[in-house]
T-cell receptor, first 113, second 115 residues
Framework: AQSVTQPDIHITVSEGASLELRCNYSYGATPYLFWYVQSPGQGLQLLLKYFSGDTLVQGIKGFEAEFKRSQSSFNLRKPSVHWSDAAEYFC???????????FGSGTRLQVQP | EPEVTQTPSHQVTQMGQEVILRCVPISNHLYFYWYRQILGQKVEFLVSFYNNEISEKSEIFDDQFSVERPDGSNFTLKIRSTKLEDSAMYFCASIGQGARYNEQFFGPGTRLTVL
């Protein structure tokens, strides 16, 4: 069975600082990997996705993520955080055939002025 | 840009009552999903639906739950007799036929509060 681990429950960074959110997955084959963002009281917005090809993927809002098969990781990065990035971030893994996504427990990002 | 919509945004009900949560997936999408998120916890899969039948369901999706696509646009989740532990945010999602990456588009959610 597939699983996702987000080791950091809560991260605080200063505005303008760089950000890296960790995600480790467990899946037998090549996974579909996603990062979603959830602002308070809102739904899930897709930031970026990976299935194959270039292991560094670009997403919306200046985010990027790098797939490292050897480490079973798909960490999310942003070079300079903005106050509006404060939200909860979920990593998710999916399989072929339009199967259900499995989500990590999320990382809450707080941005200090 | 097309989006998934859900109604109501917030539903309050008494324990034991039936509730129906409604979703309108993106119009040309064919695969539909329900997930739930108990406050402060991770998003959990409930059920997927394709071609008018359930294609996959989780252990959470017991006999109290049912799904239906009553017409060409709506996708509903019914909870027959709500329990306190059903209080959660319920998200609907959909995928298009030609989707390459299993990318699911999520609605804004319905917050269900069971008293």
């Amino acid at each position: 069975a597939q699983s996702v681990t987000q080791p950091d429950i809560h991260i605080t960074v200063s505005e303008g600082a760089s950000l890296e959110l960790r995600c480790n997955y467990s899946y037998g084959a090549t996974p579909y990997l996603f990062w979603y963002v959830q602002s308070p009281g809102q739904g899930l917005q897709l930031l970026l996705k990976y299935f194959s090809g270039d292991t560094l993927v670009q997403g919306i809002k200046g985010f990027e993520a790098e797939f490292k098969r050897s480490q079973s990781s798909f960490n999310l990065r942003k070079p300079s955080v903005h106050w509006s990035d404060a939200a909860e971030y979920f990593c998710a893994v999916g399989a072929e055939g339009r199967r259900a996504l499995t989500f990590g427990s999320g990382t809450r990002l707080q941005v200090q002025p | 840009e097309p989006e998934v919509t859900q109604t109501p945004s917030h539903q309050v009900t008494q324990m034991g009552q039936e509730v129906i949560l409604r979703c309108v997936p993106i119009s040309n999408h064919l695969y539909f999903y329900w997930y739930r998120q108990i406050l402060g916890q991770k998003v959990e899969f409930l059920v997927s639906f394709y071609n008018n039948e359930i294609s996959e369901k989780s252990e959470i999706f017991d006999d109290q739950f049912s799904v239906e696509r009553p017409d060409g646009s709506n996708f509903t989740l019914k909870i027959r007799s709500t329990k306190l532990e059903d209080s959660a945010m319920y998200f609907c999602a959909s995928i298009g036929q030609g989707a390459r990456y299993n990318e699911q588009f999520f609605g804004p959610g319905t917050r269900l509060t069971v008293l």
